[in-house]
């Protein structure tokens, strides 16, 4: 058994979520796949992978294996591009993950100058606003807004945005407008999914201390946007990103509330495995995020 042939073809399935698109990627007949994995199980004398008709999921046993068949990957990559002196000029795929929104209006631009930069880079990107386990779904690094996530991901802060209270004039008209964080309760407030607790809204009054309330509504969703769009069209109340509700507010469709009222600060983050050797590729893309974005302040944009 080639041990290496195996492992990489492990990988890909768990990549991939599945032996046929592994073998595509792979460029090997889907039963060579299944043979190089079912040769490894074998080997281990454990089962690696659990085998239904529509998908495939790891064992327990599969979920550790994966992890470190991972960074022994990344690792070896590392080493030969160390050895060819091909270090300093980065190769291959980038596959990255991040905010829907953030993604597009952000991230994007820094893409496309970067890519301008390094022919030899492709991009694979996955915009999803929930928070992505970067190594069981095979990312290299994700741009995440709020909280890090797992211990064994390495953060690099990018910069920071602030959530802001939004209403419609309309909505303000019938309903009246909200003088302190506590009048949310009478109100139609929209929550988000990917904010735990999804109903608790913090602000921080004039004299610093902490304000916190409870609040309630019609409508929850796992997007921002769809949320600030509602909201705009005078149905209720959403405590958003500044650089999804910012465009809203300058053109009026939202106006902003409880400005005495400072809501905490999001930070904003470059997050990647922890590797002993980060891939070239990954480093090079990271410090140019870092280049771009450092210490931004994204606030209505």
């Given amino acids: 058994m080639d041990r290496f042939e195996a492992i990489r ?26 043979r190089y994995v079912a040769e490894l199980e ?20 599969g979920r550790a294996f994966y992890e470190r068949s991972v960074q022994l990957l990344a690792d070896l990559a590392e080493a030969e591009e160390q050895a060819s002196s091909a270090a300093a000029v980065p190769r291959g795929t980038i596959r990255l993950t991040t905010a829907v929104n953030f993604g597009v ?11 301008a930069r390094h022919k030899e880079l492709r ?13 069981e779904e095979g990312f290299d690094l994700a741009v995440r807004i709020g909280p890090p996530g797992a211990q064994n991901l390495v953060a690099r802060k990018l910069g920071e945005t602030r959530v802001m209270p939004c209403a419609s004039p309309d909505y303000l008209k019938r309903r009246g407008t909200p003088r302190t964080p506590e009048e949310l309760t009478a109100h139609n407030c929209f929550t988000y999914e990917y904010v735990t607790p999804h109903n608790l809204w913090r602000f921080c009054d004039p004299s610093g201390a902490e304000r916190s309330v ?6 929850h969703s796992n997007n921002g946007d769809i949320l600030a769009e509602v909201a705009a069209q005078g149905a209720g109340i959403v405590f958003e990103p500044a650089f999804i509700v910012g465009p809203e507010i300058r053109n009026g469709r939202l106006v902003p509330l409880l400005q005495d009222f400072t809501p905490l600060p999001v930070p904003i983050y470059a997050v990647y ?14 410090d140019f995020l870092l280049e771009k974005m450092g210490s931004e302040q994204f606030i209505d944009n």
Avoid: C
């Avoid at 992978?49 to 999921?57: D, K, Q």
């Avoid at 209006?105 to 890519?115: C, K, L, Q, S, T």
């Avoid at 495995?273 to 990271?286: D, E, I």
């Fill in 9 to 34: 073809a492990f990988a890909q399935v768990v990549a991939n979520g599945s032996f046929a698109r592994a073998a595509d990627k792979l460029g090997q007949s889907t039963s060579a796949t299944s």
């Fill in 123 to 135: 991009f694979d990107v996955s915009l999803s606003d929930r928070v992505v386990d970067l190594v």
């Fill in 273 to 286: 495995p922890s590797r002993k050797h980060l891939s070239a590729k990954v480093r090079v893309f990271v």
């Fill in 42 to 61: 074998a080997h281990l004398q454990t089962r690696l992978l659990n085998r239904t008709t529509r998908r495939v999921s790891l064992t327990e046993s």
């Fill in 214 to 219: 409870r609040v309630s509504g019609s409508l």
């Fill in 105 to 115: 209006r952000h991230v994007g631009p820094v893409i496309a100058e970067f890519m």
